[in-house]
Nanobody, 121 residues
Framework: QVQLVESGGGLVQPGGSLRLSCAASGRIFSINFMGWYRQAPGKEREAVAG???????NYADSVKGRFTISRDNAKNTVYLQMNSLKPEDTAVYYC???????????????WGQGTLVTVSS
């Protein structure tokens, strides 16, 4: 089974930075998409950033220019570098990975457990 482990969340002051990590493990043949979503209190989950198998990226308008998504293919890990953080960035951040696994019915989509980012003075 493919599983994800997220890390890097915490409390940071406005204007500060955090880097989130999400490591995928299991019998992975290939990863087509890795992305980050977030859910703030009382809000719906929203897409933040994503990267494809050819390393193209896209971002939510609210984070463009401040966040950078990257991946280390050798480690099956995706990162989200978050700079110039604002209080409205406060949310639980979830990693999402889609790809192919070894074996029958190999397509998969898996979510991480979530990591809390709190931006407050």
């Amino acid at each position: 089974q493919v599983q994800l482990v997220e890390s890097g969340g915490g409390l940071v002051q406005p204007g500060g930075s955090l880097r989130l990590s999400c490591a995928a493990s299991g019998r992975i043949f290939s990863i087509n998409f890795m992305g980050w979503y977030r859910q703030a209190p009382g809000k719906e989950r929203e897409a933040v950033a994503g990267t494809t198998s050819v390393s193209s990226t896209n971002y939510a308008d609210s984070v463009k220019g401040r966040f950078t998504i990257s991946r280390d293919n050798a480690k099956n890990t995706v990162y989200l570098q978050m700079n110039s953080l604002k209080p409205e960035d406060t949310a639980v951040y979830y990693c999402n990975v889609r790809g192919l696994r070894f074996g029958l019915a190999g397509n998969f989509e898996v979510w991480g457990q979530g990591t809390l980012v709190t931006v407050s003075s």
